[in-house]
């Protein structure tokens, strides 16, 4: 059976694996740590929420996200930066279960819509994402970082 639920502070070591797995796949490399999602995710003033998808055997799955404000429809939304299902537990419905559990959240807080990412060569996620009826929009996420940051902000002018 599995169970999906609020992640709770002593389920980091298991998301920060997770989060690897998922930063791998996408090419990069290990950046998390449980102390990461102690700090962000369960600290003072969290910068994120996460919902895990646990059976008898541990946490096999977790969604991450946040709210945020949707400019396109001039209403509240929410972002989903992550959803990451073990391997040996995709096909099984755990990814389903998640998402439908952050959409209900969506609603029962009166926001209106649920935006993410996902990157274009990724064939199997956007036919999943398909199937729940989403928009596969052709649009691109752009981001700054690191040293391209640091250069517009000003900050490596001295």
């Not at 490399?29 to 600290?43: I, M, N």
């Not at 946490?59 to 939304?77: H, Q, R, W």
């Not at 537990?89 to 993410?116: F, K, N, P, Q, Y």
């Not at 064939?123 to 052709?138: H, I, P, V, W």
Request: net charge negative; aromatic share 8%; with cysteine.
């Amino acid at each position: 059976m599995i169970s999906i639920r609020p992640a709770r502070p002593e389920d980091a070591t298991d998301l920060a694996r997770l989060g690897n797995e998922l930063a791998c796949l996408m090419g990069a490399h290990e950046v998390y740590s449980a102390d990461v999602f102690e700090r962000y995710g369960f600290g003072p003033k969290p910068h994120f929420e996460v919902l895990v998808a646990e059976t008898a055997g541990g946490i096999v799955g977790y969604a991450l996200f946040e709210e945020t404000f949707n400019s396109d429809l001039c209403e509240p939304g929410m972002w989903l930066h992550d959803i990451m299902v073990d391997e040996a537990m995709r096909g099984t419905g755990i990814g389903e279960g998640l998402m439908a559990a952050v959409a209900r959240l969506v609603l029962d807080r009166g926001r209106t819509s649920l935006w993410w990412g996902v990157l274009s060569s990724n064939a199997m996620a956007r036919q999943f994402y398909t199937r729940l009826g989403a928009r596969d929009e052709d649009a691109r996420i752009q981001e700054l970082d690191s040293a391209a940051l640091r250069a517009l902000a000003g900050a490596d002018s001295n």
